[in-house]
């Protein structure tokens, strides 16, 4: 309890507010660095996974090349990179990519294998080209589990990018390892503060962005099983009494 306190005292201090090696200017690389590794990997994801949703083909591929680079240890990954590509940026903007490919990939791909195959068909049946089918259908009733996708590769993102400050990239894990090497604990404990506060605000605003995705007529029919449209105010037609009521 008395290191919560110290570490929550650290975070407040003014000396840690300013400078190089203050909460702001380690949190804006923490920030980009997330930012150029979600977007990146969204740009090669998010076609992929479209593509592999509309067509049907290659989803085994898929699925067993996201289980292997799930599987791949990212610290080791990083090291490697490193070495071969030298202290920098470079290093843990690959190894996170690999990191954050595969949740996005799978949310691309399921978002669009969730929508009702029939209501494909009801589109190539009204004249839809495949394009307008993607785009006008599958894109967005599967929005949502894209969105899904994207939160994940993000919370993950976020958590691993700690470990860009091991080959001098920067970041909030800065305060980890100065931490460890000094004996530091209040330090380590802001640092993993920090981190977790980042990826809780990450985690409610994207949860926020995937219910506002929802097609209104898709939520309206799973929360109240209601039909949406207007009911008609003119009068029930019955054989034999063409302008009355039904009683």
Same mark, same amino acid.
């Given at each position: 309890?008395?290191?919560?306190? &110290?570490?929550?005292?650290?975070?407040?201090?003014?000396? #840690?507010?300013? $400078?190089?090696?203050?909460?702001?200017?380690? /949190?804006?690389?923490?920030?980009?660095?997330?930012?150029?590794?979600?977007?990146?990997?969204?740009?090669?994801? @998010?076609?992929? $996974?479209?593509?592999? =949703?509309?067509?049907?083909?290659?989803?085994?591929?898929?699925?067993? /090349?996201? $289980?292997?680079?799930?599987?791949?240890?990212?610290?080791?990954?990083?090291?490697? /990179?490193?070495?071969?590509?030298?202290? =920098?940026?470079?290093?843990?903007?690959? +190894?996170?990519?690999?990191?954050?490919?595969?949740?996005?990939?799978?949310?691309?791909?399921?978002?669009? &294998?969730?929508?009702?195959?029939?209501?494909?068909?009801?589109?190539?049946?009204?004249?839809?080209? &495949?394009?307008?089918?993607?785009?006008? @259908?599958?894109?967005?009733?599967?929005?949502? /589990?894209?969105?899904?996708?994207?939160?994940? =590769?993000?919370?993950?993102?976020? +958590?691993?990018?700690?470990?860009?400050?091991?080959?001098?990239?920067?970041?909030? =894990? #800065?305060?980890?390892?100065? $931490?460890?090497?000094?004996?530091?604990? %209040?330090?380590?404990?802001?640092?993993?503060?920090?981190?977790?506060?980042?990826?809780?605000?990450?985690?409610?605003?994207?949860?926020?962005?995937?219910?506002?995705? @929802?097609?209104?007529?898709?939520?309206?029919?799973?929360?109240?099983?209601?039909?949406?449209?207007?009911?008609?105010?003119?009068?029930?037609?019955?054989?034999?009494? %063409?302008?009355?009521?039904?009683?």
């Amino acid at each position: 309890m008395n290191f919560l306190i &110290e570490a929550i005292a650290w975070i407040f201090d003014p000396a #840690h507010l300013s $400078g190089a090696n203050g909460i702001p200017t380690r /949190l804006a690389q923490h920030l980009g660095i997330s930012l150029v590794v979600l977007v990146i990997a969204s740009v090669i994801a @998010v076609p992929v $996974g479209y593509l592999i =949703g509309h067509t049907g083909r290659g989803r085994g591929l898929a699925v067993s /090349l996201t $289980g292997g680079l799930r599987a791949l240890p990212t610290l080791g990954l990083l090291i490697i /990179l490193a070495l071969w590509l030298g202290i =920098g940026i470079e290093a843990p903007l690959i +190894a996170l990519i690999v990191l954050a490919v595969p949740p996005i990939l799978a949310g691309a791909y399921s978002g669009f &294998e969730a929508v009702d195959r029939r209501t494909v068909d009801a589109a190539r049946a009204v004249g839809m080209t &495949e394009w307008q089918i993607v785009s006008k @259908v599958e894109v967005p009733l599967g929005l949502p /589990l894209l969105i899904g996708g994207l939160r994940s =590769g993000t919370l993950q993102i976020i +958590a691993t990018a700690t470990l860009a400050d091991y080959v001098g990239a920067g970041g909030l =894990g #800065h305060f980890i390892f100065a $931490g460890t090497k000094s004996n530091d604990y %209040p330090q380590m404990l802001a640092g993993s503060i920090l981190v977790i506060l980042l990826a809780v605000i990450s985690e409610g605003i994207f949860a926020i962005i995937q219910k506002l995705v @929802v097609p209104r007529g898709v939520s309206a029919g799973a929360s109240e099983r209601r039909d949406v449209r207007t009911p008609s105010s003119r009068r029930v037609a019955v054989v034999g009494l %063409p302008t009355q009521e039904r009683k």
